[in-house]
Protein backbone atom coordinates (compact mmCIF):
# COMPACT_ATOMS: atom_id res chain seq x y z
CA UNK A 1 0.00 0.00 0.00
CA UNK A 2 2.96 2.50 0.19
CA UNK A 3 3.03 2.57 -3.06
CA UNK A 4 -0.07 3.04 -3.86
CA UNK A 5 0.31 6.22 -1.70
CA UNK A 6 3.07 7.73 -3.99
CA UNK A 7 1.06 6.69 -7.39
CA UNK A 8 -0.30 9.47 -9.79
CA UNK A 9 -4.27 10.45 -9.15
CA UNK A 10 -5.87 11.42 -12.46
CA UNK A 11 -8.60 13.88 -12.24
CA UNK A 12 -11.48 14.16 -14.88
CA UNK A 13 -10.18 17.93 -15.57
CA UNK A 14 -7.03 16.77 -16.61
CA UNK A 15 -5.21 17.55 -13.56
CA UNK A 16 -2.50 15.10 -12.60
CA UNK A 17 -1.43 14.51 -8.39
CA UNK A 18 2.26 13.49 -8.37
CA UNK A 19 0.85 11.05 -5.27
CA UNK A 20 -1.82 11.12 -2.79
CA UNK A 21 -0.91 12.98 -0.15
CA UNK A 22 -2.15 16.71 0.43
CA UNK A 23 -0.98 19.20 3.05
CA UNK A 24 -4.97 20.19 4.12
CA UNK A 25 -5.61 23.58 4.84
CA UNK A 26 -5.30 25.06 7.90
CA UNK A 27 -5.49 29.10 8.66
CA UNK A 28 -1.98 30.49 8.21
CA UNK A 29 -3.04 34.02 9.76
CA UNK A 30 -0.26 35.60 7.95
CA UNK A 31 -1.94 38.50 5.72
CA UNK A 32 0.43 41.38 5.75
CA UNK A 33 -0.96 44.82 5.23
CA UNK A 34 -3.64 44.81 2.93
CA UNK A 35 -4.94 41.44 3.50
CA UNK A 36 -2.61 39.87 0.94
CA UNK A 37 0.18 37.17 1.44
CA UNK A 38 4.06 38.92 1.67
CA UNK A 39 7.28 36.99 2.06
CA UNK A 40 6.06 34.99 5.29
CA UNK A 41 3.69 32.98 3.26
CA UNK A 42 6.27 32.77 0.24
CA UNK A 43 8.66 31.20 2.80
CA UNK A 44 5.78 28.79 4.15
CA UNK A 45 4.52 27.36 0.93
CA UNK A 46 8.44 26.81 -0.34
CA UNK A 47 8.80 25.22 2.92
CA UNK A 48 5.76 22.91 2.09
CA UNK A 49 6.56 22.47 -1.53
CA UNK A 50 10.21 20.85 -0.58
CA UNK A 51 8.57 18.10 1.64
CA UNK A 52 7.00 15.85 -0.73
CA UNK A 53 3.47 16.13 -0.99
CA UNK A 54 1.50 15.84 -4.25
CA UNK A 55 -1.90 18.48 -3.49
CA UNK A 56 -0.97 21.31 -1.27
CA UNK A 57 -4.26 23.69 -0.56
CA UNK A 58 -3.91 26.97 1.02
CA UNK A 59 -5.68 27.95 4.46
CA UNK A 60 -8.82 29.48 3.25
CA UNK A 61 -8.44 32.90 1.13
CA UNK A 62 -11.71 34.84 1.83
CA UNK A 63 -14.48 36.06 -0.96
CA UNK A 64 -15.61 38.90 0.79
CA UNK A 65 -13.78 41.90 2.26
CA UNK A 66 -16.03 42.41 5.02
CA UNK A 67 -16.43 38.56 6.45
CA UNK A 68 -13.33 37.25 7.67
CA UNK A 69 -12.99 34.19 9.73
CA UNK A 70 -10.18 36.45 11.65
CA UNK A 71 -8.43 39.37 11.45
CA UNK A 72 -5.06 37.97 9.87
CA UNK A 73 -7.18 36.32 7.02
CA UNK A 74 -6.34 36.68 3.31
CA UNK A 75 -8.17 38.50 0.99
CA UNK A 76 -8.56 37.69 -2.76
CA UNK A 77 -11.85 40.00 -4.74
CA UNK A 78 -11.65 41.95 -7.47
CA UNK A 79 -9.77 44.87 -5.65
CA UNK A 80 -7.01 42.82 -4.56
CA UNK A 81 -3.51 42.96 -6.44
CA UNK A 82 -2.88 39.74 -7.76
CA UNK A 83 1.17 39.94 -7.74
CA UNK A 84 1.10 39.22 -4.29
CA UNK A 85 -0.67 35.95 -5.11
CA UNK A 86 1.86 34.82 -8.13
CA UNK A 87 4.37 34.80 -5.95
CA UNK A 88 2.88 32.62 -3.39
CA UNK A 89 1.44 30.43 -6.74
CA UNK A 90 5.54 29.98 -7.74
CA UNK A 91 6.53 28.90 -3.83
CA UNK A 92 4.14 26.63 -3.42
CA UNK A 93 4.56 24.99 -6.69
CA UNK A 94 8.59 25.23 -6.80
CA UNK A 95 8.51 21.51 -5.75
CA UNK A 96 6.29 20.01 -8.27
CA UNK A 97 2.92 19.95 -6.11
CA UNK A 98 0.07 20.90 -7.19
CA UNK A 99 -1.41 24.00 -5.53
CA UNK A 100 -4.94 24.74 -4.70
CA UNK A 101 -6.40 27.62 -3.03
CA UNK A 102 -9.01 27.02 -0.40
CA UNK A 103 -11.95 29.74 -0.65
CA UNK A 104 -14.06 30.72 2.24
CA UNK A 105 -17.08 32.84 3.48
CA UNK A 106 -17.34 32.55 6.94
CA UNK A 107 -21.02 33.45 7.61
CA UNK A 108 -21.79 34.02 10.91
CA UNK A 109 -18.67 32.50 12.34
CA UNK A 110 -17.21 36.27 12.60
CA UNK A 111 -15.75 37.25 16.30
CA UNK A 112 -17.79 39.72 17.66
CA UNK A 113 -14.98 42.15 17.91
CA UNK A 114 -14.48 41.83 14.21
CA UNK A 115 -15.92 44.89 11.82
CA UNK A 116 -17.92 44.39 8.55
CA UNK A 117 -21.06 42.03 8.34
CA UNK A 118 -22.00 38.97 10.05
CA UNK A 119 -24.77 36.63 7.77
CA UNK A 120 -26.35 33.64 7.72
CA UNK A 121 -29.00 31.63 5.89
CA UNK A 122 -30.83 32.47 9.30
CA UNK A 123 -30.50 34.47 11.91
CA UNK A 124 -29.57 32.02 14.45
CA UNK A 125 -26.50 32.47 16.68
CA UNK A 126 -24.02 30.39 17.64
CA UNK A 127 -24.21 28.26 20.39
CA UNK A 128 -20.95 28.25 22.80
CA UNK A 129 -22.20 28.51 26.03
CA UNK A 130 -20.22 30.71 28.16
CA UNK A 131 -18.33 31.52 24.85
CA UNK A 132 -21.21 32.34 22.12
CA UNK A 133 -20.55 36.11 23.09
CA UNK A 134 -17.32 35.82 21.74
CA UNK A 135 -19.38 35.82 18.49
CA UNK A 136 -21.61 38.61 16.42
CA UNK A 137 -25.22 37.79 15.83
CA UNK A 138 -25.82 36.51 12.69
CA UNK A 139 -28.46 38.41 10.24
CA UNK A 140 -30.24 36.39 7.63
CA UNK A 141 -28.85 37.09 4.22
CA UNK A 142 -30.88 38.32 1.57
CA UNK A 143 -31.53 37.03 -1.84
CA UNK A 144 -29.34 40.00 -3.47
CA UNK A 145 -26.64 39.31 -1.03
CA UNK A 146 -27.10 35.52 -1.71
CA UNK A 147 -26.67 36.25 -5.37
CA UNK A 148 -23.63 38.16 -4.89
CA UNK A 149 -21.94 35.64 -2.51
CA UNK A 150 -21.91 33.70 -5.37
CA UNK A 151 -20.33 35.94 -7.96
CA UNK A 152 -17.96 36.81 -5.10
CA UNK A 153 -16.69 33.09 -5.30
CA UNK A 154 -16.81 33.11 -8.98
CA UNK A 155 -14.85 35.91 -9.11
CA UNK A 156 -11.57 34.61 -6.30
CA UNK A 157 -11.73 31.50 -8.54
CA UNK A 158 -11.07 33.36 -11.66
CA UNK A 159 -8.43 35.55 -10.01
CA UNK A 160 -7.11 32.53 -8.12
CA UNK A 161 -6.05 31.00 -11.78
CA UNK A 162 -4.66 34.18 -13.00
CA UNK A 163 -2.54 34.21 -10.51
CA UNK A 164 -1.28 30.71 -11.45
CA UNK A 165 -2.84 28.79 -8.95
CA UNK A 166 -3.79 24.94 -9.67
CA UNK A 167 -7.31 24.76 -8.79
CA UNK A 168 -9.52 25.68 -6.02
CA UNK A 169 -11.59 24.26 -3.07
CA UNK A 170 -14.75 25.25 -1.86
CA UNK A 171 -15.34 25.32 1.77
CA UNK A 172 -18.29 23.87 2.78
CA UNK A 173 -17.27 22.45 6.09
CA UNK A 174 -16.60 23.51 9.88
CA UNK A 175 -19.82 25.52 10.25
CA UNK A 176 -18.96 28.20 7.66
CA UNK A 177 -21.30 29.81 5.16
CA UNK A 178 -21.69 27.18 2.88
CA UNK A 179 -21.93 25.02 5.93
CA UNK A 180 -24.62 26.67 7.37
CA UNK A 181 -26.78 26.38 4.65
CA UNK A 182 -26.50 22.91 4.39
CA UNK A 183 -26.96 22.31 8.26
CA UNK A 184 -30.90 21.80 9.13
CA UNK A 185 -29.68 23.33 12.73
CA UNK A 186 -28.98 26.59 10.97
CA UNK A 187 -30.83 27.22 8.23
CA UNK A 188 -34.93 27.64 8.99
CA UNK A 189 -35.54 29.28 5.50
CA UNK A 190 -39.00 28.96 4.23
CA UNK A 191 -37.64 30.25 0.62
CA UNK A 192 -35.87 28.02 -1.96
CA UNK A 193 -32.59 28.30 -0.04
CA UNK A 194 -33.89 25.98 2.68
CA UNK A 195 -36.29 23.58 3.92
CA UNK A 196 -35.22 20.02 1.99
CA UNK A 197 -31.70 18.83 1.34
CA UNK A 198 -32.15 19.87 -2.41
CA UNK A 199 -33.10 23.41 -1.08
CA UNK A 200 -30.43 23.70 1.43
CA UNK A 201 -27.32 23.02 -1.10
CA UNK A 202 -28.74 24.87 -3.82
CA UNK A 203 -26.31 27.71 -2.81
CA UNK A 204 -23.20 25.51 -2.97
CA UNK A 205 -24.43 24.08 -6.27
CA UNK A 206 -24.79 27.93 -7.56
CA UNK A 207 -21.39 28.69 -6.21
CA UNK A 208 -19.59 25.62 -7.89
CA UNK A 209 -21.88 26.72 -11.16
CA UNK A 210 -20.65 29.95 -11.02
CA UNK A 211 -17.06 28.82 -10.27
CA UNK A 212 -17.02 26.34 -13.40
CA UNK A 213 -17.89 29.14 -15.77
CA UNK A 214 -15.87 31.75 -14.79
CA UNK A 215 -12.12 29.03 -15.16
CA UNK A 216 -10.65 26.89 -17.52
CA UNK A 217 -11.87 23.38 -18.06
CA UNK A 218 -8.33 21.93 -16.58
CA UNK A 219 -8.50 24.30 -13.69
CA UNK A 220 -9.26 21.88 -10.65
CA UNK A 221 -12.56 22.49 -8.47
CA UNK A 222 -13.03 20.99 -5.38
CA UNK A 223 -15.19 20.78 -2.28
CA UNK A 224 -14.63 20.57 0.89
CA UNK A 225 -18.04 19.01 3.05
CA UNK A 226 -18.21 17.52 6.08
CA UNK A 227 -18.98 13.55 6.70
CA UNK A 228 -21.18 14.53 9.18
CA UNK A 229 -21.61 17.99 11.44
CA UNK A 230 -21.32 16.10 15.15
CA UNK A 231 -24.62 17.90 16.16
CA UNK A 232 -28.19 15.89 16.65
CA UNK A 233 -30.64 17.39 14.33
CA UNK A 234 -27.86 18.62 12.00
CA UNK A 235 -26.38 17.56 8.45
CA UNK A 236 -25.85 13.94 8.57
CA UNK A 237 -23.68 11.25 6.56
CA UNK A 238 -26.78 10.41 4.45
CA UNK A 239 -27.09 13.84 3.64
CA UNK A 240 -23.14 13.95 2.58
CA UNK A 241 -23.92 11.38 0.04
CA UNK A 242 -26.63 12.75 -1.44
CA UNK A 243 -24.99 16.36 -1.48
CA UNK A 244 -22.01 14.57 -3.50
CA UNK A 245 -24.29 13.05 -6.00
CA UNK A 246 -25.40 16.54 -6.25
CA UNK A 247 -21.89 17.81 -7.26
CA UNK A 248 -20.73 15.04 -9.55
CA UNK A 249 -22.79 15.93 -13.18
CA UNK A 250 -21.10 19.66 -12.16
CA UNK A 251 -17.25 19.14 -12.81
CA UNK A 252 -16.00 18.77 -9.40
CA UNK A 253 -13.02 16.78 -9.21
CA UNK A 254 -12.38 16.16 -5.92
CA UNK A 255 -14.47 16.36 -2.48
CA UNK A 256 -12.50 16.57 0.84
CA UNK A 257 -14.41 15.12 3.81
CA UNK A 258 -13.51 16.71 6.90
CA UNK A 259 -16.16 17.42 9.68
CA UNK A 260 -17.98 19.51 12.58
CA UNK A 261 -17.65 23.19 13.67
CA UNK A 262 -17.40 25.57 15.92
CA UNK A 263 -20.10 24.08 17.89
CA UNK A 264 -18.77 20.93 17.52
CA UNK A 265 -14.73 20.66 16.83
CA UNK A 266 -14.81 17.41 15.78
CA UNK A 267 -11.86 18.49 13.05
CA UNK A 268 -9.81 18.43 15.89
CA UNK A 269 -11.04 15.26 17.10
CA UNK A 270 -13.42 16.79 20.04
CA UNK A 271 -16.85 16.27 18.37
CA UNK A 272 -20.19 17.83 20.73
CA UNK A 273 -21.38 14.38 21.02
CA UNK A 274 -18.86 12.01 21.18
CA UNK A 275 -18.93 9.88 18.23
CA UNK A 276 -15.65 9.83 17.17
CA UNK A 277 -12.71 10.13 19.83
CA UNK A 278 -10.05 8.06 17.76
CA UNK A 279 -6.93 9.88 17.89
CA UNK A 280 -6.24 9.21 14.50
CA UNK A 281 -8.31 9.52 11.37
CA UNK A 282 -11.48 10.77 12.81
CA UNK A 283 -13.60 10.47 9.79
CA UNK A 284 -12.45 6.97 8.52
CA UNK A 285 -15.38 5.15 9.43
CA UNK A 286 -18.05 7.52 7.41
CA UNK A 287 -15.54 8.38 4.43
CA UNK A 288 -15.49 4.27 4.10
CA UNK A 289 -19.20 4.56 4.08
CA UNK A 290 -19.27 7.28 1.69
CA UNK A 291 -16.44 6.30 -0.40
CA UNK A 292 -18.83 2.92 -1.12
CA UNK A 293 -20.98 4.87 -3.18
CA UNK A 294 -19.06 8.04 -4.35
CA UNK A 295 -19.37 9.03 -7.93
CA UNK A 296 -16.01 11.09 -7.11
CA UNK A 297 -12.29 10.53 -5.29
CA UNK A 298 -12.88 11.53 -1.61
CA UNK A 299 -10.38 13.00 0.36
CA UNK A 300 -9.93 12.21 3.74
CA UNK A 301 -8.67 14.48 6.40
CA UNK A 302 -8.33 14.31 10.24
CA UNK A 303 -5.83 13.27 12.56
CA UNK A 304 -3.65 11.43 10.05
CA UNK A 305 -0.09 11.26 11.39
CA UNK A 306 1.17 7.93 10.39
CA UNK A 307 2.13 6.15 7.29
CA UNK A 308 0.33 2.95 8.17
CA UNK A 309 -3.12 5.17 9.04
CA UNK A 310 -3.01 6.54 5.38
CA UNK A 311 -2.53 3.24 4.16
CA UNK A 312 -5.22 2.42 6.24
CA UNK A 313 -7.44 5.13 4.99
CA UNK A 314 -6.68 4.42 1.23
CA UNK A 315 -7.55 1.08 1.66
CA UNK A 316 -10.52 1.84 2.44
CA UNK A 317 -11.59 3.67 -0.99
CA UNK A 318 -10.75 7.12 -0.52
CA UNK A 319 -8.57 8.82 -3.08
CA UNK A 320 -6.09 10.93 -0.76
CA UNK A 321 -5.06 11.29 2.29
CA UNK A 322 -4.96 14.87 3.72
CA UNK A 323 -2.64 16.24 6.83
CA UNK A 324 -2.88 19.56 8.44
CA UNK A 325 -1.64 19.47 11.85
CA UNK A 326 0.61 16.35 10.81
CA UNK A 327 2.95 18.41 8.21
CA UNK A 328 2.74 21.95 10.38
CA UNK A 329 4.84 19.76 12.69
CA UNK A 330 6.80 17.74 10.26
CA UNK A 331 6.84 19.74 6.70
CA UNK A 332 8.78 17.15 4.96
CA UNK A 333 6.66 13.46 6.02
CA UNK A 334 5.87 12.59 3.04
CA UNK A 335 9.13 12.36 2.12
CA UNK A 336 9.98 10.48 5.16
CA UNK A 337 6.85 8.02 4.39
CA UNK A 338 8.76 7.63 1.08
CA UNK A 339 12.20 6.49 2.81
CA UNK A 340 10.35 4.69 4.94
CA UNK A 341 10.53 6.68 7.96
CA UNK A 342 8.33 8.37 10.31
CA UNK A 343 7.48 11.97 12.13
CA UNK A 344 10.08 11.77 15.11
CA UNK A 345 7.88 14.63 16.97
CA UNK A 346 3.90 15.23 17.13
CA UNK A 347 1.26 17.94 18.89
CA UNK A 348 1.16 18.11 22.36
CA UNK A 349 -2.34 16.96 23.15
CA UNK A 350 -5.46 19.59 24.33
CA UNK A 351 -7.01 17.47 26.86
CA UNK A 352 -8.90 20.41 28.42
CA UNK A 353 -12.52 19.52 29.62
CA UNK A 354 -13.99 23.46 27.56
CA UNK A 355 -14.15 21.90 24.21
CA UNK A 356 -14.49 25.82 22.48
CA UNK A 357 -11.48 26.53 24.25
CA UNK A 358 -9.51 23.76 23.72
CA UNK A 359 -9.90 24.05 20.28
CA UNK A 360 -8.65 28.20 20.16
CA UNK A 361 -6.09 26.05 22.19
CA UNK A 362 -4.93 23.65 19.40
CA UNK A 363 -5.76 26.17 16.36
CA UNK A 364 -3.31 28.51 18.52
CA UNK A 365 -0.47 25.51 18.45
CA UNK A 366 -1.00 24.97 14.77
CA UNK A 367 -0.70 28.82 14.23
CA UNK A 368 2.68 28.55 16.36
CA UNK A 369 4.29 26.13 14.08
CA UNK A 370 3.27 27.66 11.11
CA UNK A 371 4.67 31.07 12.29
CA UNK A 372 7.95 29.17 12.51
CA UNK A 373 8.23 27.60 9.44
CA UNK A 374 7.42 30.94 7.76
CA UNK A 375 10.10 32.20 10.34
CA UNK A 376 12.53 29.70 8.89
CA UNK A 377 12.79 27.88 11.99
CA UNK A 378 11.98 24.39 13.13
CA UNK A 379 8.69 23.59 14.47
CA UNK A 380 8.50 23.38 18.30
CA UNK A 381 5.27 21.10 18.92
CA UNK A 382 5.88 20.94 22.90
CA UNK A 383 4.62 24.30 23.75
CA UNK A 384 2.25 24.36 26.06
CA UNK A 385 -1.44 24.94 24.56
CA UNK A 386 -1.69 28.17 27.38
CA UNK A 387 0.91 29.66 26.38
CA UNK A 388 0.71 29.01 23.10
CA UNK A 389 -2.70 30.45 23.53
CA UNK A 390 -1.56 33.65 25.32
CA UNK A 391 1.61 34.22 22.82
CA UNK A 392 -1.44 34.29 19.96
CA UNK A 393 -3.72 36.66 21.63
CA UNK A 394 -0.99 40.09 20.75
CA UNK A 395 -0.94 38.74 17.01
CA UNK A 396 -4.11 38.68 17.18
CA UNK A 397 -4.67 42.18 18.45
CA UNK A 398 -2.36 44.18 16.22
CA UNK A 399 -3.41 42.30 12.81
CA UNK A 400 -7.35 43.24 14.19
CA UNK A 401 -6.33 46.76 14.43
CA UNK A 402 -4.42 46.76 10.77
CA UNK A 403 -7.75 45.41 9.33
CA UNK A 404 -10.16 47.36 10.68
CA UNK A 405 -8.14 50.46 9.54
CA UNK A 406 -7.82 48.80 6.22
CA UNK A 407 -11.55 47.83 5.64
CA UNK A 408 -12.50 51.35 6.42
CA UNK A 409 -10.78 52.88 3.45
CA UNK A 410 -12.00 50.21 1.13
CA UNK A 411 -14.61 50.65 -1.51
CA UNK A 412 -17.87 51.00 -0.44
CA UNK A 413 -18.45 47.11 -2.46
CA UNK A 414 -15.76 45.34 -0.93
CA UNK A 415 -17.17 46.93 2.57
CA UNK A 416 -20.87 45.58 2.14
Request: with cysteine.
Amino acid sequence: MAGELFAPLHLRSGAVLSNRIAKAAMQEDLAGPGQLPDGRMVALYRRWAAGGSGLLITGNVMVHAAALTGPGGVVLDDAAPLEPFTEWAKAGKAGGAALWMQINHPGRQVQAEMPGVVWGPSAVALDLGRHSSRFGRPVAMSAEQIEATVARFAATARRAEQAGFDGVEVHAAHGYLLSQFLSPLVNQRTDEWGGSLENRARLLLDVVRAIRAAVSPSFAVAVKLNSADFQRGGFEADDARQVIAMLEPLGVDLVELSGGSYESPAMNGRPADARTQAREAYFLDLAKELAATSPLPLMLTGGITRCDTAEQALASGVAVIGMGTALAVTPDLPDRWRAGGEADQRMRPVTWSDKALASVATMAQVRRQMHRLAQGRDPKPGTHPAVALVADQPKQRRALRRYRAWLSTSSPSSAS
